[in-house]
Structure formats: structure tokens, C-alpha cells
């Protein structure tokens, strides 16, 4: 991990570290594309609270928040703190809705220390793990959910298959899928990961797309095709995935994480008419879907849900949790080359 100055580690609770963006990567980031800035601690005013943040956050839509390229969010400004959902413990309160020692999720970034007005502030009261709020009952499990359920529209006996099956959403595409009766195929880097998905999520099967026969792997875990396909990642998988696709099979389109980093279209053929083609002769549905966008009036519903799953049993997870806000972006940039197993936090302040 990189010890961007070993005096910062020892600083006193009266600085506020904050990592920033120095510069916009071109491809993979880079250490140098961050930048670890201090600055007094903020002191909250009439109607606000000081959060000091616990956990950070790590999720591949960063990546996309690091460009200036056109997207469904603002760029993060050069110069500003990365951004990132948190969970935080109000240090000090000037608001009457908040006390001190209440733990609360807040969108603060990269920092150790933020001041906020209370809106969007959410209470996590009550939540045996405060880091679950970030993946398996936060955003990830809530993405997961609704991209698999009312998207895919999964139905008992159909064959699902997702990629990035370890991770913060695939891990619950694949259990969720099975609570649903599905048959589950998950797609993950390396014989661990594999591992873990069959033997301690309950996947059917998970094949590993770093191998060199993976094409043909998946052709036999699916041999009856594949009716739901949670799209993770594109590139490669998506190709070996596109000829095993049943009639009408439905492709809840998440995210793309093989191509986050490219600067230009693969080289080969232009493979777009052979994608229509296949939607059309098929009756394919592809929908893509932002989470908050799209069903930011159904967190609720995912809560109570996914929170009865989670204390049954029938739901697990794993976070993969590195200690120290100075080690965020060398945890990021392995997020984008599958060095994380599970879902990524960055622990910043003690609990
Ligand atoms: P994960 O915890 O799954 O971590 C990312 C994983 O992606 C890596 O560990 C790696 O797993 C896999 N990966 C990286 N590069 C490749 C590649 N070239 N080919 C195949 N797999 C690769 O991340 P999340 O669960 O947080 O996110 C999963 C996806 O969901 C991302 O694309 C993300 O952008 C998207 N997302 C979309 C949302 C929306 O609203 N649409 C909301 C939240 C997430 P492995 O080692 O197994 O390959």
C-alpha cells in the first residue's frame, strides 16, 4: 500500500486528511492520479453536525467520477476530495435532530472529518455491522436486488448467471437468484473466489474467467442456456455469455468494469450487429439501470427485505477491509484489477 507520508499517520485529531484528485487518469489510475491533503478540522455551525468518518466505501463508479467524459454524475473537480458513501459517527452536533455518538451513512468522501446539514444524513441505529451499510445492506445489496428482480424477473428453475460473483453485488445476484429458485452460474478471477461462491454462497457452479478455456466452461455450467444474465463487467465475459443467451432471456445491464479503464474500443471486428442481431432473433430485453435513479423510492422495500435475509441466514457476505484512509487508493486501483475479495471498505477512523 502506499505511505504517502508516514508524518501524516501520527497526525492528532486536529488535522482532516482528505485525498483529492491531483490529475484525470488516462487508463489504469494511477498513486500519482490522487493527492493525501490536510487542513484544520472543520467546526460545525448553527444546524450542523462534524461527522468523523469510520468506514469509506470503495466502488468501481469512482473510476467513471475520476473522468471529465460525459456521464449520469458530475466529474469529481480537480483538486476536490474523491467522493464515496460513508458511515460516520457525529463528533459533534449543532443540530437538533442529531446527537453526538449517533452513527449515521453520509455521502462525505475521502476525508476523515466532514461538516453536513443533516440532509442525507441516514441513522444506522440498530445494525449489528455499521460497514453492512455500505455493501450488502447498502448500495450494492440494494443495486443487486432490484436489477435482478425487477429486471431479470428471474423464475424458479431458469439458469441465472452473473460475473464478478464474489464482489459486493454479484455475491447477492447469485444467493438472491437461488432464494428464488434459480439454477446460478457465477463467473470470478481465480480458483479462490470460485471456491467461495460454490461452497459459501451456495452458487450451483463458478468458472473462472482468467482461464483459457472459459468460453467452453461456461457452455457446459449452462447447458441449458441462460435465461438471466446480471451484466457486471462486458469485455470478454460478456462475449462468451452473448451465443449462450436463451430466447427471451432478460440482461439487467449494471455495469461494465473490463472496460473502465480502456481509452479506446477493443480491436477485432465490430461485433455491434452480431449484439442487435442476437436481441432481435432472440427477443432479448436489455435494460441498463442506475441505482438511486432508478429506484430511489424502493430503498425501503430492499431494506427490510434484505435485512430479514441477512439475520436468517439465507443471505452471507464478506467485506474486504483494508485499515487506513492513506491506503484508499492503492485499494481502489486494485478494485479495478479484481485484487479485492468481497466487498471493499476502507476501516479510516476507529469504531
Ligand atoms: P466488486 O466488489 O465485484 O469488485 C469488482 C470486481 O470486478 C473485481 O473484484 C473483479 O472480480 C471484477 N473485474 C474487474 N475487472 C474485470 C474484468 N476485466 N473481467 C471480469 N471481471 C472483472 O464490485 P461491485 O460489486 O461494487 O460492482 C460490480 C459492478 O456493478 C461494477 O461494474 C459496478 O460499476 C456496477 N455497479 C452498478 C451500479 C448501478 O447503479 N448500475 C451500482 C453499483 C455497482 P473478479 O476477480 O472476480 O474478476
Not at 87 to 115: I, K, M, N, T
Not at 251 to 277: F, H, K, Q, S
Request: proline share 5%.
Amino acid at each position: 500500500m502506499i505511505d504517502f507520508n508516514e508524518e501524516i499517520a501520527a497526525m492528532t485529531e486536529t488535522i482532516n486528511r482528505s485525498i483529492v484528485l491531483a490529475r484525470r487518469p488516462h487508463g489504469a489510475p494511477t498513486a500519482a492520479d490522487f493527492r493525501l491533503q490536510q487542513s484544520a478540522v472543520p467546526a460545525p455551525q448553527e444546524g450542523q453536525v462534524l461527522l468523523r468518518t469510520l468506514y469509506l466505501s470503495l466502488d468501481p463508479y469512482m473510476r467513471g467520477r475520476m473522468s471529465d467524459a460525459p456521464s449520469y454524475a458530475a466529474p469529481v473537480a480537480l483538486g476536490a476530495p474523491m467522493v464515496g458513501a460513508t458511515v460516520c459517527r457525529v463528533e459533534a452536533s449543532r443540530h437538533p435532530g442529531f446527537a453526538v455518538g449517533e452513527l449515521v451513512l453520509a455521502f462525505s468522501g475521502w476525508q476523515d472529518y466532514a461538516v453536513a446539514d443533516g440532509a442525507g444524513l441516514q441513522k444506522l441505529a440498530g445494525l449489528a455491522q455499521p460497514s453492512s451499510a455500505l455493501g450488502v445492506l447498502g448500495m450494492p445489496g440494494f443495486t443487486a436486488y432490484m436489477g435482478l428482480l425487477d429486471i431479470g424477473q428471474p423464475k424458479p428453475g431458469e439458469t441465472v448467471v452473473v460475473a464478478a460473483a464474489s464482489g459486493a453485488v454479484g455475491s447477492v445476484v447469485g444467493q438472491v437468484a437461488k432464494i428464488k429458485g434459480c439454477r446460478v452460474v457465477g463467473i470470478a478471477g481465480g480458483a479462490e473466489k470460485c471456491r467461495y461462491v460454490v461452497e459459501e454462497l451456495g452458487f450451483d457452479a463458478c468458472i473462472d474467467h482468467r482461464s483459457a478455456d472459459f468460453a467452453q466452461q461456461l457452455a457446459a455450467a449452462c447447458d441449458e442456456g441462460i435465461d438471466v444474465y446480471f451484466e457486471n463487467v462486458g469485455g470478454a465475459v460478456f462475449d462468451a455469455v452473448l451465443p449462450l443467451l436463451n430466447a427471451r432471456a432478460r440482461v439487467p445491464v449494471c455495469g461494465m468494469i473490463a472496460d473502465y479503464n480502456a481509452t479506446e474500443l477493443p480491436p477485432g471486428p465490430d461485433r455491434l450487429r452480431l449484439l442487435t442481431r442476437t436481441v432481435l432473433t432472440k427477443r432479448i430485453k436489455m435494460q441498463g439501470f442506475i441505482i438511486f435513479d432508478d429506484y430511489g423510492d424502493r430503498n425501503g422495500e430492499f431494506f427490510a427485505q434484505m435485512s430479514a435475509w441477512v439475520a436468517e441466514g439465507k443471505i452471507k457476505f464478506r467485506e474486504d477491509i483494508v485499515d487506513g484512509l492513506q491506503n484508499a487508493p492503492q485499494a481502489f486501483i486494485g478494485l479495478l484489477e479484481g485484487k479485492n475479495f468481497g466487498k471493499l471498505v476502507i476501516r479510516v477512523g476507529d469504531a
